[in-house]
Each structure stands twice: as structure tokens, then as C-alpha cells.
């Protein structure tokens, strides 16, 4: 007897929860919406720690697949759980991410959908479509968070990274895009969102896209690996950036680089990690012949663990690497290949 009655209770305290959760997202709830970036028929990891942000803020989220034929790319995202709708547009311009068209196709969706967020990863697509739609609809963006406090109020570095800002829009309608090693990344699974086809296919057609040079890698992809070791100018040339590959191989890790070799010509400038390159957050981040410019700090700070190999005791670097040997690399780091 006892049993049941508190049985019943327990029962009735979740049924008010979940009515109270429910009528919350119904009622003042985030009504959001996430422009999926995808490339080769896969969804990109931005774009699932854009979801887990998203869905942080509660409420319903719809999601945008644009592209040549989006509807493998729709069904893979309609899986996931917390999204509730799908909706898609075909063009070839939108599988190449054209700006000017992607923008006018999210303020088309925007008219008709009402919807009172906009959410995308914080990548070079991200970053090129979101500023345009929110200047063509008259509100400004909120870029880069790294937290969501509620619907209106998001954390972001500012400073390159030195300082964060805590931010809340009175816009009734907030872009934002999200900084992929701050939130986890969305797990497929739960989720069985229909699909819906967008009648809209804005054109504007000022912009053609050409073509691409793409680095092909064998490695794992630098934003989203669990380790990487990146080299500065202390490497001297491009042909000994082959002694961090070997070591890159033998713990899979991607290889990422300073502005500086960048500049110099030693690697792609796809390696660069830092404020005006990659923000990458692994386990372990290996800084080899690399000062700890406050520039390319804000690219990796936030690594789990950091190792420093510098033959300055006084780089900046260390300030920061839980792990430092001042030591020459080109001793340090054959050394270090050999005994692992
Ligand atoms: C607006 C702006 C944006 C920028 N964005 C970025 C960015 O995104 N990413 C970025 O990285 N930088 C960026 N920079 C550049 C940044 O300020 C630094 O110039 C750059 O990071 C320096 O690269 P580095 O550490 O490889 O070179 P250096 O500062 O020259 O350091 C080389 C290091 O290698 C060490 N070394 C040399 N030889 C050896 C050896 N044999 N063994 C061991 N150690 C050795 C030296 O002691 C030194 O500490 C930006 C700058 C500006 C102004």
C-alpha cells in the first residue's frame, strides 16, 4: 500500500516536470535553426557541436540541408535526437557553399519559419553565410560561443581568447555560430525528424564558384584529432616537418603549424592553427620550435595536455605547456620517435 502510494507519487511529480518542460519549449522556448554544413554526403563535426549548443538552449530545432541533393545528408541528420524537423534545399551552388546564395536562402526560410535562432558551427562557411543572412536581416550575429547561458545570453573569447565576454542580444531573432571544441559533439541515434522540402531556392547569382585545391591527408583531420603536433619557424624547412609526420604517425596524430612556417612556405596554410586559423582542442597538443605567440595560444590553449620542445627556456610557450624540454628538436624529437 505504502509502496503504491509513493509509487503514484513519484509518478505525478513526473508528469508535472515533463508537462512543465514541455509548456516551457511550446511557450517561450527556442525555436531554432541549424544550417547543416556537409561535405562528401557526410555531415561536418562542426555542424553536431552546433546541435549539442543548440540544443542546450531547449526548445524545438529544425535543421537546413542546402546542397546539390541534400536528401542522404537530410535522413542522416533527422536521426539524431532533439531535432524535430528537417528541411531541405537543392542547388548547385548551395553544395559549394556559396555565401551570397546560402544567405538569401536562410532569410527566405527565416520569413516564412519565424524561427528565433539560427545556429551554425563557426567554420569558414559558418562564418562566411551567417554575418551576411543577419546584416540582410538587420540584427547582429553572435560569433564563436563557446557557452550558452540561456536563449538570449552566450559566452565567447574575445582578445584572442584572453578575456571572455558574456553577451545577451535583445534581437528577436539571434545568429549565432558555435566554437566546435567547446561543446561535445551530437551522437546519432533517437531521432526520427520528416523531411521537408523548401519551395524557396533564392538565387543571387553574383557569385560563381570555380573550383578547389584541396590538401589531401591521410591523417586525421587537424580541428577534430585527438592529438596534434604542430612545428614553428624552429623547423626550419619544409622537408623537416618529415620528422614530425613520423612521430605524427606512430600516435595518430594530425600535424598543425605556427603562422610563421606557414609564411615561410614550410607547410599549407590548411595546418595553421591560431586566432586566424584553426582553434583545435585535443588530449594532447605538442608545440615543437614554437614561441607561444598570444596568436597562436589562442588556437590551442584549451588542449587537454601540452607538451612544448623549445631550446629557449624563456619562450612564452612554456607558460602554458604543462610539459616542457628545452632541448635542440632535432635532437629531442627523432629521440622521442624512436622510444615510443
Ligand atoms: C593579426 C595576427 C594574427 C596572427 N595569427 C596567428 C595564428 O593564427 N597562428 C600563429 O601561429 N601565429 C599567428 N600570428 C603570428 C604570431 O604573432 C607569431 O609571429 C607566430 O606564432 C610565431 O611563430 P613561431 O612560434 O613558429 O615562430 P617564432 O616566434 O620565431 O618562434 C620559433 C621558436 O622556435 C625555437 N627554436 C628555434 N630553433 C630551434 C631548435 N633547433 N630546437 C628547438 N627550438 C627551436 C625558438 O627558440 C623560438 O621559440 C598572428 C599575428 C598577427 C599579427
Same mark, same amino acid.
Do not use: C, M
Given at each position: 500500500m505504502s509502496l503504491s502510494i509513493a509509487t503514484g507519487l513519484r509518478a505525478i511529480r513526473q508528469t508535472s516536470v515533463a508537462f512543465g518542460r514541455r509548456g516551457y519549449a511550446a511557450a517561450a522556448g527556442a525555436n531554432t535553426l541549424l544550417l547543416v554544413e556537409h561535405k562528401d554526403g557526410a555531415i561536418t563535426g562542426a555542424t553536431l557541436n552546433a546541435l549539442t549548443a543548440a540544443k542546450a538552449m531547449g526548445g524545438n530545432i529544425t535543421a537546413l540541408v542546402a546542397g546539390e541533393a541534400p536528401e542522404a545528408v537530410a535522413k542522416a541528420i533527422a !536521426? @539524431?535526437? +532533439?531535432? =524535430? /524537423?528537417?528541411?531541405?534545399?537543392?542547388?548547385? =551552388?548551395?553544395? /559549394?557553399?556559396?555565401? !551570397?546564395?546560402?544567405?538569401?536562402?536562410?532569410?527566405a526560410v527565416q520569413e516564412k519559419n519565424a524561427f528565433s535562432h539560427i545556429f551554425a558551427g563557426h567554420t569558414a562557411v559558418g562564418k562566411n553565410v551567417?554575418?551576411?543572412?543577419?546584416?540582410?536581416?538587420?540584427?547582429?550575429?553572435?560569433?564563436?560561443?563557446? /557557452?550558452?547561458? =540561456?536563449? %538570449?545570453? @552566450?559566452?565567447?573569447?574575445? @582578445?584572442? +581568447?584572453n578575456a571572455i565576454a558574456t553577451v545577451k542580444s535583445s534581437d528577436a531573432l539571434k545568429f549565432v555560430t558555435v566554437r566546435a571544441t567547446a561543446f561535445e559533439s551530437a551522437v546519432s541515434g533517437g531521432g526520427a525528424a520528416a523531411v521537408e522540402t523548401v519551395a524557396e531556392s533564392p538565387k543571387? +547569382?553574383?557569385?560563381?564558384?570555380? +573550383? !578547389?585545391?584541396?590538401? /589531401? =591527408? %591521410?591523417?586525421?583531420?587537424l580541428a577534430s584529432a585527438k592529438r596534434v603536433i604542430s612545428g614553428g619557424r624552429g623547423m626550419k624547412s619544409g622537408e623537416n616537418f618529415e620528422l614530425l609526420y613520423k612521430l605524427a604517425d606512430k600516435i595518430g596524430a594530425a600535424v598543425g603549424a605556427s603562422r610563421a612556417a606557414v609564411d615561410a612556405g614550410f607547410v599549407d596554410n590548411s595546418l595553421q592553427v591560431g586566432q586566424t586559423g584553426k582553434i583545435v582542442a585535443p588530449e594532447l597538443y605538442v608545440a615543437v620550435g614554437i614561441s607561444g605567440a598570444i596568436q597562436h595560444l589562442a588556437g590551442m590553449k584549451d588542449s587537454k595536455t601540452i607538451v612544448a620542445i623549445n631550446k629557449d627556456a624563456d619562450a612564452p610557450i612554456f607558460q602554458v605547456a604543462d610539459y616542457g624540454l628545452v632541448e635542440d628538436l632535432f635532437k629531442a624529437v627523432p629521440e622521442l620517435t624512436e622510444k615510443l
Open positions: !536521426e @539524431f535526437e +532533439g531535432v =524535430s /524537423k528537417v528541411l531541405t534545399a537543392s542547388d548547385a =551552388s548551395y553544395e /559549394k557553399n556559396v555565401a !551570397e546564395d546560402l544567405a538569401a536562402l536562410l532569410v551567417i554575418p551576411r543572412a543577419a546584416a540582410l536581416l538587420d540584427v547582429a550575429p553572435i560569433s564563436d560561443i563557446i /557557452k550558452v547561458e =540561456s536563449e %538570449d545570453t @552566450f559566452v565567447r573569447p574575445i @582578445f584572442a +581568447g543571387v +547569382g553574383v557569385t560563381q564558384w570555380a +573550383g !578547389e585545391e584541396i590538401q /589531401k =591527408s %591521410d591523417r586525421p583531420e
